[in-house]
C-alpha cells in the first residue's frame, strides 16, 4: 500500500495556485435564468424535441447526474468520477496537470496506445519507454528501473492496444505501489476482458488514476465520452482544469441513458465475444489452408494470432502492409500495425458485425487470389455464416414490420433519411433478406434518399452497375451477397437481381400518387434507351448484344438475365436497347438508364396525390 503519497508534490505549481474559471451554471441552474447570456426564446429549431427543447442552456458543468450512475455502476463515489470529451481529454488533462512542460517525463511501455506519447508531445513533455517484454507482459523492473525524479506519470493499458492482452494485475499493483507519482491504468477495453477492473484499488492507492470510456463497449464513440476514477482530490484538480462545459448537453443525456441499462452494454460485449470466437476461428482455419494451398498472388502466410481480450484482433501475416493496401481498395479498412515494437507485420482487425466480419473474409480470400477448385476448397473450409435475423437486426438497427418468403419490411431504415412527404402514407423504404443454399442476401433502400451506397456482391464490375442504380436514381441502396462465386457468378447476379426487384416492389407499396412510368433518353456514343412501366405486369424486353464475354468480373450474359429477374420480381414492364462502341459503356448505360426512368416513375406528382395512377384503381 502506498501510504507516503503527497498529491501536493504532483500536481505543477501553478495548477495548485490557479483559480478556476467559474461559470454561470457552476452555483444556479434553475429559476430565472439571466445570467450566462443564452437564447431565451429558446433553440432555433423547427420542431424542437424534447431531447433539444433546452438546448439553448449551458449543461451541468460537472454532469452531476452521469457521473453518479457512473459512480454506481462501476462502485466508486461519485466525487471520484471525472467525465471528459473522450479519455483522450482525461489524458490530455493529466498531463496538463502533472507535467511541467520541458521538465518532466511521463513514461510508457510499448506497444501501446498512442495518445500518450502524443499529448506528452503537445505538452512538451518529454517520453521514456519502458518496453513490455516479447510476451507482452509487464516488466515490472525494467518499468522500475527507468523511473528518474523527473518522472510524473506512468501510463499503463490494460487490456493493451494495440496487442489485446491484459497486463497481469498484480504487476499493474507492484508498479503503483512503488513508483510515488501517478500511474494511469487505460481501461478503454476492460469491459470486453475477463480481468476485473482496478477500480477496487483506488481506495487503496491515492497515485491511481483508471480510464475508462464510452467509446467501446458502450458503441458510443460518436457522443465522445471517456472517463476518469481517481481519489476526490485528483478528481477535482481534473475539474479545475477542464473546459468549463467539457461535455455537452446531449451526450451527457444519450450517456446516461446508456450507463443506467449497463444489461445491454453485456449484451453487446456478449455478442462481441462470440463475433471474436467466430473469426478468431475462421483466421485459425485460413492460417492452415494458406499452408496447404498458398496464396498465388501474395507469398503470404499467418504467422500469429494474439490472444486478445479486447474487441479486435492483432494477426501477423507476411505482406502485412500489401494485404491492408488490397483491401482498403475492395473498401475492408483494417489498421497496420507493423511498426510498434513486437508487432511487426501485424494488422489490428477490429471485430464487427456478422456482415462486416464476413465481408473481411470474403475480401481477403479475393485479395489472397485462389482460383477454380481451390477457391472453392477455401470457401467450403471458412464455413462463413451468415448471422441469425436477431443479430443483423440488432447491429443495423431495423425493425421488422412483416414478412413475406424470409423478406421484411422495414419502417426504420438506419442512416436513410424518411421521405417528409405527408402525403405519403408509408415510408417508401424496404428491407429484403434472402437466404438460400446458393446466395446469402440483405438489401436495403429507401426509393427517397439522396443516393447513398454502401454495395458488396463480390463482383466489382456488379457493384460497380447497382451503384449507378443508387446514384441516379437517387435511391439509397444497401447491398450485401455473399454468394457461391466460387461455383460462377450466376447465381449472385440472379439473385440480386430478384431480391433488388423484390424490395423495390415492397417499397412502391400501393404506388398512390406516383408518375408510375418513366423512360430515357439516348446518352451520348452509348445509347441506351429505358422504358419503365410500374404495371404490376411483369415483362422485360432486352435488345442489345456484347461483344465481349465478360466486362470485369461480370459475364455480359448475366445482363439480360440480371434484368429479367429484377422486373419479374419488381413487377414491371422494363424494356432496355442499347448500342455502344464499348461494353464497357453499354453496359452503364443500361444501369443509368434504368436508375432515371425509376427516378421518374416512383416520383410522387401532387397532382395525383393519394390517387392509384391507373384507370383499374389498383396496379
Ligand atoms: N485508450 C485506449 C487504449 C484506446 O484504444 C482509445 C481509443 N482507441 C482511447 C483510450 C480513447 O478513447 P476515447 O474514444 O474515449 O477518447
Given amino acids: ?71 454506481d455502476l462501476r462502485g466508486v463515489d461519485a466525487d471520484q468520477v471525472f467525465t471528459g470529451n473522450g479519455s483522450d481529454e482525461a489524458i490530455d488533462l493529466l498531463i496538463r496537470i502533472f507535467c511541467e512542460p520541458a521538465k518532466h517525463h511521463i513514461l510508457v511501455t510499448p506497444p501501446t496506445y498512442g ?234 482487425i477490429s471485430i464487427g458485425n456478422r456482415m462486416e466480419n464476413n465481408a473481411f473474409f470474403e475480401s481477403l480470400i479475393e485479395v489472397l487470389g485462389w482460383d477454380g477448385p481451390a477457391r472453392k476448397e477455401i470457401w467450403e473450409q471458412l464455413d462463413l455464416q451468415k448471422a441469425s435475423v436477431a443479430d443483423s437486426e440488432q447491429a443495423s438497427g431495423f425493425e421488422q414490420t412483416s414478412n413475406s418468403e424470409q423478406a421484411s419490411v422495414s419502417e426504420q431504415v438506419s442512416g436513410f433519411e424518411q421521405p417528409s412527404d405527408s402525403e405519403q402514407s408509408s415510408p417508401r423504404t424496404a428491407r429484403i433478406e434472402r437466404q438460400t443454399s446458393e446466395t446469402s442476401i440483405l438489401i436495403e433502400l429507401n426509393l427517397d434518399g439522396t443516393g447513398q451506397h454502401n454495395i458488396s456482391t463480390g463482383l466489382a464490375f456488379f457493384d460497380h452497375m447497382l451503384e449507378q442504380i443508387a446514384r441516379h436514381g437517387l435511391i439509397d441502396l444497401n447491398i450485401s451477397c455473399t454468394g457461391d462465386l466460387h461455383i460462377d457468378e450466376h447465381h449472385t447476379i440472379e439473385d440480386v437481381g430478384i431480391a433488388l426487384g423484390q424490395a423495390l416492389s415492397m417499397a412502391f407499396g400501393d404506388k398512390r400518387g406516383i408518375e408510375r412510368y418513366g423512360f430515357v433518353l439516348p446518352m451520348d456514343e452509348a445509347q441506351a434507351t429505358v422504358a419503365l412501366d410500374l404495371s404490376g405486369r411483369p415483362y422485360l424486353v432486352f435488345e442489345t448484344e456484347f461483344s465481349r464475354n465478360y466486362v470485369g468480373d461480370l459475364p455480359t450474359d448475366m445482363i439480360e438475365h440480371f434484368f429479367y429477374s429484377l422486373a419479374m420480381h419488381m413487377k414491371a414492364t422494363l424494356q432496355i436497347s442499347a448500342r455502344a462502341s464499348n461494353d464497357h459503356h453499354k453496359i452503364e448505360a443500361c444501369f443509368k438508364g434504368l436508375a432515371r426512368t425509376l427516378k421518374q416513375a416512383v416520383e410522387h406528382n401532387p397532382r395525383i396525390a393519394g390517387q392509384i395512377p391507373s384507370s383499374k384503381g389498383q396496379l
Wanted: glycine residues 4%; aromatic residues 6%.
Fill in 1 to 71: 500500500m502506498n501510504k507516503s503519497f503527497n498529491l501536493s508534490d504532483w500536481v505543477r505549481p501553478n495548477i495548485q495556485e490557479l483559480s478556476a474559471y467559474t461559470s454561470a451554471r457552476d452555483q444556479y441552474s434553475q429559476g430565472v435564468l439571466l445570467d450566462a447570456n443564452e437564447l431565451g426564446l429558446g433553440p432555433a429549431l423547427s420542431q424542437p424535441t424534447s431531447h433539444t427543447k433546452q438546448l439553448h442552456r449551458y449543461p451541468d458543468p460537472y454532469q452531476r447526474a452521469l457521473r453518479s450512475a457512473i459512480a
Fill in 115 to 348: 495518445m500518450y506519447k502524443v499529448s506528452a508531445r503537445i505538452h512538451n513533455v518529454s517520453v521514456d519507454e519502458a518496453p513490455l517484454n516479447s510476451d507482452l507482459s509487464l516488466d515490472v523492473d525494467q518499468t522500475l528501473a527507468k523511473i528518474h525524479p523527473d518522472t510524473r506519470i506512468i501510463f499503463l493499458c490494460s487490456p493493451n492496444n494495440p496487442t489485446g492482452n491484459t497486463l497481469d494485475s498484480k504487476a499493474i499493483e507492484q508498479v503503483v505501489e512503488q513508483f510515488s507519482g501517478i500511474v494511469v491504468v487505460d481501461e478503454a477495453y476492460i469491459d470486453f476482458s475477463e480481468q476485473q477492473s482496478l477500480s477496487h484499488l483506488l481506495s487503496s492507492y491515492p497515485n491511481l488514476v483508471i480510464l475508462q470510456t464510452l467509446s467501446k463497449s458502450f458503441g458510443l464513440a460518436g457522443i465522445r465520452l471517456g472517463i476518469a476514477l481517481a481519489s476526490a482530490e485528483i478528481i477535482a484538480y481534473f475539474d479545475k482544469i477542464k473546459p468549463p462545459y467539457n461535455i455537452n448537453a446531449l451526450s451527457a443525456q444519450v450517456a446516461l441513458e446508456a450507463v443506467l441499462q449497463p444489461e445491454l452494454m453485456q449484451q453487446k460485449v456478449q455478442q462481441i465475444l462470440e463475433e471474436r470466437a467466430y473469426v478468431q476461428s475462421r483466421i485459425e482455419r485460413l492460417q492452415a489452408l494458406l499452408i496447404q494451398n498458398p496464396s498465388p498472388v501474395l507469398a503470404t502466410h499467418i504467422q500469429k494470432i494474439y490472444p486478445s481480450e479486447a474487441n479486435f484482433l492483432l494477426v501477423r501475416f507476411e505482406q502485412a502492409l500489401a494485404i491492408q493496401k488490397a483491401l482498403a481498395e475492395k473498401g475492408v479498412i483494417v489498421r497496420y500495425r507493423g511498426n510498434e515494437l513486437h508487432c511487426a507485420d501485424t494488422l489490428r
